[in-house]
């Protein structure tokens, strides 16, 4: 019996667990299971983190889903196994996994896919960062903070922080205080021009302050509640609350670091094999084949699936065609938002109609595989 080991319990590794196992019922004749390692019990839906910090908008239940429930199809082919990752031994083929008991287990692989994702450098409600009731909580905790805060200092002006300053600003309006700090001289770095300017105008529109060329220091909790932070060119800033936005950090700390890169991301080749390791692959966020996107962790989950029955089959595995296109679909607010494939803006409208429920439909269809 071949056993696939797949680590991560988010888009990367249910989706690849779901498409290896349909395609493996439909054509493979070699015995086989599938487990599945997550510290996080529920799938949690980021892509509507922003909009889930404001108090009332998106239930839980419309947020987490319980991850096992969406495998009891497939039978004993699947085994779901609540741990973190710890270790990897390549030459013995083993995962090294501590359960949410305490208790390390070392768990045999023929194949193992990483798929861990990632996690921004501040702690925050936008991805889990140690296990779906920690993540629960810190997003409830966001959420009251919310509620009760004036004003509100958002520190990153990419994607998430731009989505974050558009949900508050236009459900909240002139109540709150909404500041946008970007490091750079715009917002959406590196996006095309039409794409930032685009992006400055809804947010301006909604009454979001926007401040360029501009550092943060870690903020200080004063004893009167709020937070005071000090901005790169000495000038204080006073909030009730600030949210960090910026940074994306691979979870690859359970990988030995000669199968990283400078930035601790999972190099693989052209195969999304992790080079130097037989057997072993990286898809996703946490690997270094492509952008850390929804839209390329789908298009490499597929790619992985095919794969691993080509791979278990015994017959040679088909490259992978990474993406040389950026692309990018952003809302501001619930009726407007921006995006670009290449260097051609997609136009407001349609980004904003296409992201108008930030998918969350999708959440069951996904945990369960329906929709793959």
């Known amino acids: 019996m071949k056993h696939i080991v797949i680590v991560g319990g988010s888009f990367a590794g249910v989706s690849t667990a779901h498409r290896f196992l349909k395609n493996a019922n439909k054509s493979m004749t070699t015995p086989y299971k599938v487990t599945l390692v997550s510290r996080d019990s529920h799938f949690f839906w980021n892509i509507a983190a922003s909009r889930a910090l404001i108090p009332g908008q998106i239930p839980d239940e419309k947020l987490f889903q319980p991850i096992t429930g969406g495998f009891a199809q497939y039978g004993n082919k699947f085994e779901f196994i609540l741990?973190?990752?710890?270790?990897?031994?390549?030459?013995?083929?083993?995962?090294?996994?501590?359960?949410?008991?305490?208790?390390?287990?070392?768990?045999?692989?023929?194949?193992?896919?990483?798929?861990?994702?990632?996690?921004?450098?501040?702690?925050?409600?936008?991805?889990?960062?140690?296990?779906?009731?920690?993540?629960?909580?810190?997003?409830?905790?966001?959420?009251?903070?919310?509620?009760?805060?004036?004003?509100?200092?958002?520190?990153?002006?990419?994607?998430?922080?731009?989505?974050?300053?558009?949900?508050?600003?236009?459900?909240?309006?002139?109540?709150?205080?909404?500041?946008?700090i970007s490091s750079g001289p715009t917002v959406l770095e590196n996006r095309p021009a039409s794409v930032s300017k685009?992006?400055?105008?809804?947010?301006?529109?909604?009454?979001?302050?926007?401040?360029?060329?501009?550092?943060?220091?870690?903020?200080?909790?004063?004893?009167?509640?709020?937070?005071?932070?000090?901005?790169?060119?000495?000038?204080?800033?006073?909030?009730?609350?600030?949210?960090?936005?910026?940074?994306?950090?691979?979870?690859?700390?359970?990988?030995?670091?000669?199968?990283?890169?400078?930035?601790?991301?999972?190099?693989?080749?052209?195969?999304?094999?992790?080079?130097?390791?037989?057997?072993?692959?990286?898809?996703g966020d946490v690997s270094n084949v492509e952008a850390p996107q929804f839209w390329f962790v789908e298009k490499q989950s597929t790619h992985m699936a095919k794969n691993l029955v080509l791979a278990v089959s015994g017959k040679p595995p088909v490259p992978y065609k990474a993406s040389t296109t950026g692309l990018m679909g952003i809302h501001i607010g619930k009726k407007s938002g921006t995006g670009h494939f290449g260097n051609v803006k997609v136009p407001s409208f349609l980004v904003s109609m296409i992201r108008k429920t930030l998918f969350i439909e999708n959440l069951s269809r996904t945990v369960d595989g329906s929709m793959l």
């Open 83 to 180: 741990g973190t990752a710890t270790g990897v031994d390549v030459d013995g083929k083993r995962l090294v996994v501590i359960d949410a008991e305490g208790n390390e287990t070392r768990i045999g692989y023929d194949y193992l896919v990483l798929g861990a994702g990632s996690q921004t450098k501040v702690d925050g409600p936008f991805k889990s960062s140690g296990s779906t009731e920690a993540l629960r909580e810190r997003l409830h905790d966001f959420q009251k903070w919310v509620k009760d805060a004036t004003s509100v200092v958002i520190v990153g002006a990419g994607p998430t922080g731009i989505e974050t300053a558009g949900e508050l600003a236009f459900e909240y309006g002139k109540s709150k205080e909404i500041t946008l």
């Open 198 to 283: 685009t992006a400055l105008g809804q947010l301006e529109t909604l009454g979001v302050q926007v401040k360029f060329n501009t550092k943060v220091k870690e903020p200080v909790q004063l004893p009167n509640g709020k937070q005071e932070l000090i901005l790169s060119g000495g000038e204080r800033l006073l909030a009730d609350l600030y949210i960090p936005t910026f940074g994306v950090l691979p979870n690859s700390s359970f990988v030995p670091s000669q199968f990283l890169d400078s930035s601790g991301f999972i190099k693989v080749d052209e195969y999304l094999s992790v080079e130097g390791a037989e057997g072993v692959f990286a898809i």
